[in-house]
């Protein structure tokens, strides 16, 4: 018998992929990958599948890695090479290696690497260069340790809110886009029950 999608429901916020891992006795990172996987069509560039899998194992050490799930589906498509420029412009791959490599300025909106991490809003704050942010496991620790303390202290639960913007409309509105890929992701990890 497979479960129904609202017994997941009843699993603490951020542990699904775990339970189910926990369950299954399949590694976190590669339900991870999987469910990824399902998501995208089975899309994920080849160059860059041994970058995801090391994205999705640091997912996986943290004591949330459906949200990560979440917003790398969300802001990525789980590429890991990725860079987004004033919303105008999207690079991947080497293209997206070389822009950064050249350097940005503090106050240049660009959305870089598997969690979009904006240059301009998080990333110009820190002493990191631009091109670190695209390595996925790097940018799971940045937003775990950096941003995520930043946005709970000044927007408490609605931290995913603000981590898209602090205009209240754009922010419920990835609100709810985090959360239809949350239910997407319930949806593909029930399958593994």
């Not at 998080?122 to 940045?142: A, M, Q, R, T």
Request: aromatic share 10%; hydrophobic share 40%; charged share 25%.
């Amino acid at each position: 018998m497979v479960p129904n999608i609202d017994f997941l429901a009843s699993i603490p916020e951020g542990q699904a992929i775990q339970y189910v891992s926990k369950k299954r006795d399949i590694p976190c990172h590669v339900l991870f990958l999987a469910a990824a996987g399902k998501a995208s069509s089975n899309k994920l560039p080849a160059d860059e599948r041994l970058l995801m899998m090391n994205f999705a194992k640091a997912a996986c050490d943290t004591q949330n890695p459906d949200i990560l799930w979440q917003i790398a589906h969300v802001e990525s498509m789980f590429k890991i090479r990725i860079v987004n420029i004033e919303g105008k412009q999207v690079l991947t791959g080497n293209d997206a290696k070389k822009f950064l490599l050249k350097g940005l300025p503090k106050n240049k909106n660009v959305d870089i690497g598997p969690l979009q991490i904006n240059w301009k809003a998080n990333g110009s704050k820190w002493e990191y260069e631009p091109i670190k942010y695209l390595n996925g496991e790097f940018s799971v620790d940045f937003l775990s340790n950096k941003i995520l303390k930043t946005y709970v202290k000044t927007c408490g639960d609605k931290w995913i809110n603000c981590y898209h913007s602090y205009n209240k409309d754009r922010g419920l509105g990835y609100r709810n886009k985090i959360e239809l890929s949350g239910r997407k992701l319930r949806n593909i990890l029930v399958t593994y029950l």
